[in-house]
Nanobody
Framework: VQLQASGGGSVQAGGSLRLSCVAS???????????MGWYRQAPGKERELVAS???????NYADSVKGRFTISRDYTKKTVYLQMNSLTPEGTADYYC????????????WGQGTLVTVSS
């Protein structure tokens, strides 16, 4: 299993970014039967859940991002996205893609972080 995250960058407050996470080294059915999520870790803080999506497609969001962030999945591309709008400086963090795959006993798999910097 490999998760490759991308899309981070620097943006001014109010701006938008879209993060992508491509899952590889797995068959499509494995990706379909999974919970995918995005976490973030700001300097000096613990890693926190930003958004997740279970197999059925139902999303879950942290209160702090509701209405501004959208998680989505493209099954044919084995990719999960995080569209981030109306970014605030509090969104500055390393963002990590997470996958829990039923085929692998729902063990946590992590991609490398992608840095998002939001300036005021």
């Amino acid at each position: 299993v490999q998760l490759q995250a991308s899309g981070g960058g620097s943006v001014q407050a109010g701006g938008s970014l879209r993060l992508s996470c491509v899952a590889s080294r797995m068959i499509l059915s494995t990706f379909r039967d999974s919970t995918m999520g995005w976490y973030r870790q700001a300097p000096g803080k613990e890693r926190e859940l930003v958004a997740s999506m279970i197999r059925s497609g139902i999303p879950n969001y942290a209160d702090s991002v509701k209405g501004r962030f959208t998680i989505s999945r493209d099954y044919t591309k084995k990719t999960v996205y995080l569209q981030m709008n109306s970014l605030t400086p509090e969104g500055t963090a390393d963002y990590y893609c997470n996958g829990r795959f039923a085929a692998y006993s729902n063990t946590d798999y992590w991609g490398q972080g992608t840095l998002v910097t939001v300036s005021s």
